[in-house]
């Protein structure tokens, strides 16, 4: 028999431990709440922007797809996993949102990752947005680039970076920010761009189903959908109430993703259940262009009705309605408090948030009812810690790791 050497080997994991106490004790621990199919609950919390994940006509074309195409890809995007359904789904998506060309990815996340590294060498020089998503900064981080992350919002910045770069530029940005909701300066940043022969790569993933005309997106607001030196990804999980992403732009561009992108290459293909849900949730927007309004009016009408009960949040320019914390331990308590009433809210905390102050985040959808916005007011006014209010919320250092989740 083995000698036993338990308790003289030293445990490879014994840091995870202290890493998690550390957590703790600073409030910021985080687990898993599964959630039941028929929940009760109002929920603020997802990002079902337009209300079609469970449309009828959604759910029954990911239930059509499956039985047409199967419960997976099979394969790559190479190999097996490209489908009529997803030629389909780029074809609609690159039309609708006003660009020449469209590629389908497993996810967001995938999209963004494909988009920054394969647009970028280590001769590039990435300018990133401060607030960008953390899709965006670790597709910074894998593209060997020269990073330069400039303020949020401030176009003068990104000027001062390019002036003083000679050579390959790309400017990373979000439309819609993650945690406060507010929209990209993107008029602003493509003239920057177009003086210094950058390109512009702008995450729509808060904005596809949202801004623009009928819900294009905010390139498309900005009279900025197919110019030839900028690049939309898109994540079908939001607005589209589905799973996946997309890059879209010159046709060019998406060749080069065809053949370069790892997580193009080397993914699976995304299933067809949700790539026909996408599909028939695209076609449902374009037929419905009011839910794109819908949802922006909602968004204004929480953060009046928040603001005016006292409450800081941030002015909304998309679905995102961003409220105050006072620390992170309170900002939990207050979404736990939420939920035991009934309405699920996000709690964003560090790292999630670049700036270290802890959050609530409601999300605005087109379906809540005018009996539902009233409940979701005056269940957040309601279980409000005093110190959320203007002035006197507090701002806790963030911790190591990474910055910005959705």
């Known amino acids: 028999m083995p000698q036993e050497h338990r308790s003289t080997t030293p445990d490879p994991f014994d840091w995870i431990d202290e890493r998690h106490e550390r957590r703790r004790r600073a409030g910021l621990l985080r687990s898993l709440r599964p959630r039941p199919a028929d929940s009760s609950l109002l929920d603020l919390a997802g990002n079902d922007y337009l209300g079609l994940t469970r449309h009828p006509e959604v759910v029954a074309a990911a239930r ?6 199967g419960a997976g890809a099979t394969g790559s995007r190479l190999v097996t996993g490209t489908t009529e359904l997803h ?73 001062k970076t390019l002036d003083d770069f000679d050579g ?37 993933a808060h904005s596809l189903g949202v801004l623009g005309d009928g819900g294009r997106g905010a390139l498309h607001a900005a009279g900025l959908a197919g110019s030839p ?12 109430g589905a799973q996946g992403g997309a890059v879209l732009g010159p046709a060019r561009v998406i060749g080069h993703l065809v053949n370069t992108a790892r997580t193009f290459v080397f993914d699976t293909g995304l299933a067809p259940a949700a790539t026909g849900a996408a599909l028939a949730a695209l076609r449902l927007l374009r037929g419905e262009a009011a839910r794109a309004a819908r949802v922006r009016a909602v968004a204004r009408e929480l953060h009046a009705r928040l603001t005016a009960a006292g409450l800081e949040a941030a002015p909304p320019d998309a679905a995102v309605v961003s409220v105050r914390a006072p620390s992170p331990q309170a900002a939990v308590r207050w979404a736990a408090d939420c939920r035991d009433a009934g309405v699920a809210v996000g ?32 269940v957040v006014t309601r279980t409000a810690p005093h110190a959320s209010r203007p002035g006197d919320a507090s701002a806790p250092p963030p911790p190591e790791g990474p910055r910005r989740g959705r």
């Open 64 to 69: 059509d797809a499956v039985r047409r195409w």
């Open 229 to 240: 030196g900028a690049v939309a990804t898109v994540t079908l999980s939001k607005a589209l």
């Open 168 to 204: 390959r530029a790309l400017v990373v940005t979000d439309a819609v920010f993650s945690v406060d909701g507010d929209a990209a300066p993107l008029g602003e940043l493509a003239t920057v761009c177009r003086e210094r022969g950058a390109a512009l790569l702008v995450d729509e």
């Open 347 to 378: 709690c964003f905390r560090p790292p999630s948030v670049p700036d270290g102050v802890s959050r609530l985040r409601l999300t605005a959808r087109a379906d809540l009812t005018d009996d539902q916005l009233d409940t979701a007011v005056a």
């Open 87 to 159: 030629t389909e789904l780029e074809a609609e998506l690159a039309d609708f949102c006003g660009f020449e060309a469209a590629l389908v990815f497993s996810s967001g996340y995938a999209a963004n990752l494909a988009a920054v590294t394969a647009l970028t060498d280590r001769g590039t020089q990435v300018v990133s947005d401060a607030a960008n998503h953390a899709s965006l900064i670790d597709g910074c981080r894998l593209s060997r680039a020269t990073t330069v992350v400039v303020p949020h919002a401030a176009p003068d910045a990104v000027r």
